[in-house]
């Protein structure tokens, strides 16, 4: 790895703007590089290093740029070089490689609405697997968890625009209230979380969503809200309930998808 790629890696962890590194890992036939070239992707596609040139190189850009834009933490891509065929550089190799694609410096921060019980061990989990956790609760007395990077006690109105709300950020809603619930979610229609879940009964959630839909909120937004929050796993506790919430989230962090989440409360 050449040290042009190692500080554009560092950079994008200290500054958190997520870029790619591809790493050639497989090869067959004839090919223009070696296992372990690697070539240094960011968003608008400004590129250090080289994976062979041509359609090849490309190709990994342009698949590179797509991982970022989806959020998504990596990607193992097969090309192949047909010997038949050529591109407008000229490569008439006729074997095939594998590149493997992995973000670098993507956010991981989790904004939990409520310092409630479950709220709280929530937080301490996430803290413990390396999230940023801040804090929404406007509750008199409500102190800030230990386990807080940033702790808001605006009204909600006016915290949620000083909430980061874009892709690499989790959600998790369960404030005192399912009315407060519905209040969170109905200002977060329109903002693009990578995840949003809600502390909910499956039948509860079906009575706020009737709400919201008749008060505007987007039926596309109501959707990607998972609720009831968490993976499936028996849990009772408010610690054993933040386990299969954050289980959801850094499941849907490393890209895998959860079956269900059915944690009635």
Not at 4 to 29: F, H, Y
Not at 87 to 97: A, M, N, V
Not at 177 to 195: E, F, I, Q, T
């Amino acid at each position: 790895m050449t040290p042009e790629i190692i500080e554009a890696m560092e950079r994008s962890i200290r500054e958190r703007v997520p870029g790619v590194l591809c790493t050639v890992v497989a090869k067959n036939g004839s090919t223009p590089c070696r296992i372990g070239s690697k070539m240094w992707v960011e968003k608008n596609g400004t590129t250090i290093g080289t994976v062979g040139g041509g359609a090849l190189e490309r190709e990994t850009i342009s698949k590179a740029q797509k991982l970022l834009s989806d959020d998504r933490p990596h990607e193992m891509m097969e090309y192949r070089l047909e010997a038949e065929s050529s591109d407008t550089e000229g490569l008439i190799c006729g074997g095939s490689t594998a590149i493997f694609m992995e973000a670098i410096g993507r956010r991981r921060d989790l904004v939990i609405f409520g310092a409630g019980h479950v709220g709280r061990a929530v937080g301490t989990i996430a803290s413990l697997c390396g999230y940023s956790v801040i804090f929404w609760d406007d509750r008199d007395g409500i102190t800030a968890p230990s386990s807080c990077s940033k702790f808001v006690n605006l009204p909600l109105e006016e915290a949620i625009d000083t909430l980061p709300m874009e892709p690499g950020v989790s959600v998790v809603i369960c404030t005192w209230a399912h009315g407060k619930d519905g209040d969170v979610v109905k200002l977060l229609d329109g903002r693009n979380p990578s995840y949003v879940g809600m502390l909910s009964s499956k039948k509860k959630a079906a009575t706020l969503w009737e709400t919201l839909e008749k008060e505007g909120v987007s039926k596309e937004h109501l959707e990607r809200i998972h609720t009831p929050i968490g993976l499936e796993i028996g849990a009772g506790s408010p610690q054993e309930i933040a386990v299969a919430i954050m289980a959801e989230i850094i499941s849907n962090d490393s890209g895998k998808s959860s079956s269900g989440c059915p944690s009635a409360i």
